[in-house]
């Protein structure tokens, strides 16, 4: 079956399953499907005494189990009583897995939430499962990514808009590619008949994309390696586009299919790679977003007035980049997304959960926005890094950021 074909139907059962109470086991095979696609082996168990739906990820020492249950419902939201904990534990025990997951419709708060916490119970609403999948057949996640994701407790909504935002990066960066080639060429096509790298970081289309030096050096390289074979070394640091647009594209596509694999699509969720506007090119301010909210436990904000597209970053990850952002402003007079990610480094950014690095950096991006947005940070100029100065005291930081951004207990 085509595969957008087979996401479609996935989709399809899922969103009609869910609300089928009089035949409970439909939806566990809807969500049985679901994970299959995600790249678990699903064991569909159902009956009397035992789990919905067994998880196994195949990744050798890595490997790891998660038991599902689904829970239907006509209309409204899943409450605390249709729920057996106790069951829910025991199902986890006797299947010797690592997490558990229920999947349903929507979940009441309160306590429901409360005892989800308590009981290492993970609540994954069946629109949210949807949006996985969607995301999945166009830039697959790998089974670590979904572990991370599926070993948490509580509600899911945040941690699942933080996989597919660190997600769409992978995707914003497959997109620098062709950005970087046409820059190649341009040059190239130039007086010296050559580029480096120093001349790509040079160039204005670089510049306003924020195509960092270390990407664009990586890009070098990949396009470097002998099965692609696009770049060739003419002298120290020097390099030659040898291949052309066309030809460079077709043999990225025999390796997709020598790897049975298809043609990525961008991801519909957040559209990364729209053409920057002329009037975007010349920026009064250090960032690009103009406008934010709180949604449920994510802190969403909006890029780009006439293409935009939207970052979500979990609240108590944003709460302690602000943190982060207060603690070096304390002792340096400017501020950059380098030297947050350099001080965040090695550790937890919240929930127990390390700071990653280069993929989230868009988080450390859309702090700093938000705080310029909120008039309580300035841009000095600098653009490589982007650096930032304080336009009010520290302390009116702390206060704006106790009110305007809830933490999370």
Sequence with gaps: MDKTLLT????????????????????????????????????????SGDTDVILNANIGKLSYKITVDGKTSKSGKISDRQIDWFSLR??????????????GHE??????????????????????????????????????????????????????????QRHSVRWEFIGHIQTLINEMQTIQDGKLGYFTLQSLVAREKIETTEIEPEEIESIINLLQLPFINAIALYSKDQYILTIGTEDLSNIFYQIAKTIKGKQIDAPTEEKHLKNLTQSESVRKLGSKYYQWEIRKSSVVAWARREQPYIHHCPVEHFRTIISTILSILSTNNVISVEAVSEE??????????????????????????????????????????????????????????????????
Aim: proline content about 3%; some cysteine; hydrophobic content about 40%.
């Design 8 to 47: 479609e139907n996935i989709i399809d059962h899922l969103k009609k399953a869910q609300f089928n109470s009089e035949n409970p086991s439909d939806f566990e095979r809807a969500i049985s499907d679901a994970f299959h696609f995600l790249g678990f082996e699903s064991q569909l168990i159902g009956g």
């Design 90 to 103: 025991d199902h986890k025990n006797k299947n010797k897995a690592d997490a558990i997951i229920v999947v």
């Design 107 to 164: 979940f009441a708060g309160g306590n429901l939430e409360t005892r989800a916490n308590e009981n290492n119970v993970g609540l994954l609403q069946a629109e949210n499962l949807v949006r996985l999948i969607d995301s999945h057949a166009k830039n697959p996640f790998s089974l670590t990514e979904l572990r991370e994701l599926l070993i948490q407790r509580g509600d899911l909504s945040s941690e699942i808009d933080d996989l597919i």
């Design 344 to 409: 965040l480094h090695g550790k937890d950014i919240g929930f127990e959960r390390l700071y990653k690095g280069k993929p989230e950096e868009y988080k450390i991006f859309m702090a700093l926005g938000i705080l310029e947005v909120e008039n309580l940070i300035k841009w000095t100029g600098a653009k490589r890094p982007i650096e930032y100065s304080l336009a009010v005291p520290i302390e009116k930081i702390r206060e704006w950021c106790d009110l305007k951004i809830k933490k999370i207990d």
